[in-house]
């Protein structure tokens, strides 16, 4: 008899964006002349750039000749890219990386999924609350977070962000050994200064843990003072490993490709404290042996967006990202509304009216302006009494959206 891993059965089957997209449908049936706009997608709208698409065109050209054609690419990814990751994404803010420590993949959320099983099953995790609900629920799959009692995983160390701390997650009292940072933050869109990520960075030296990076948004970074990578913090490359991913920076949730760092001097000790293993090397093996590598062509999109009209390209859609940000986030504010985040990071973190739970709040605001919203308590128990706002969508609709809010308000 095959036996299941029943961990997966502690997990809620109820995905969130099945949820949301049930009830827009129930309204959708009830209304059906009325449009719904969204400001709940979690993806990006604007197509890829032009340096990108000749990158790739060219790169499928190459597929199809046998001269030039590429089967299995290296593991770690082209040197191509890592080379061009190590000489624009770190070299300009001092921080030096071998190129040997960047592992080219299909995208953040396997590696943030994938890299916790480097490490044994019963170590601590403690997590940004809200967060991205990646990072908990891989955990769980390996029986890490233990049960689910009232919202909340009974292993798990939770660091609140709210508004009442400013959105800065306070260091736990007693030890954790995994902790998983995620900065420009999704879902609340603020962010950490230098001297915030060096305590994280400190308290991980002096407790021998380790910092899981996601900076899937550094892009996004609009603020000098605010740190792109966490490398930027002294020490941290003995204790954090940092993900980043052209998802957002580029356009690339289709496309797929990210990359991941991790320094040759993170280690981990085995369990009887003699030996102390290179988790670079580990990383390495499990690559190659559960994954083989990202598209040639993806690789090449890639590493387009490092040529100067890649950059300039780029970062002109994520400028019109965030002059929605920017819109919406003035309008909101004008209704009254308490808003977080939108300056160095696309998404809007909107406190709910006089404690209105996060779905009655959505639920008001679909019934009320036919805007949907992402309830914030589906991203952790913090989460209740906010909604999250994405500046991913169509300028157009972003500014009708809010007309429609601003009616609904006053009505
Ligand atoms: C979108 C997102 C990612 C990127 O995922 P990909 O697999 O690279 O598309 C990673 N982390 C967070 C927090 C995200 O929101």
Redesign the pocket.
Known sequence: MALVNEHFLKLSDNYLFDDIAKRVNAFKVSHPKERVISLGI??VTQPLCPAVIEAMHKAVEEMAVKATFRGYGPERGYDFLREAIVKNDYLPRGIHLDPNEIFV????????GNIQELLRWDNSVGVTDPI?P?YIDSNAMIGRTGVMENGRWSNVTYFPCTAENGFIPQLPDHRVDMIYL?YP??PTGTVLTKDELRKWVNYAIKNDSIIFY?A??EAYIHDDSIPHSIYEIRGARKVAIE?R????TAG??GV???YTVVPKEVTAATLDGKTRVSLNQLWNRRQCTKFNGTSYISQRAAEAIYTPEGQEQIHKTIEYYMGNAKFMREVLTKLGFKVFGGVNAPYLWVKTPEGVESWKFFEQLLYGASVVCTPGVGFGPSGEGYVRLTSFGDSDDCHEAMQRIAKWTHA
């Not at 991913?245 to 957002?248: E, G, H, L, R, V």
Request: charged share 25%; proline share 0%; glycine share 10%.
């Open positions: 979690g993806d993949s299909d995208g953040a959320k396997s590696d943030t991205y990646v995620c933050n999704n996601d899937a948004y993900f991913s052209y998802s957002k690339f949730t797929r490709c990210g």
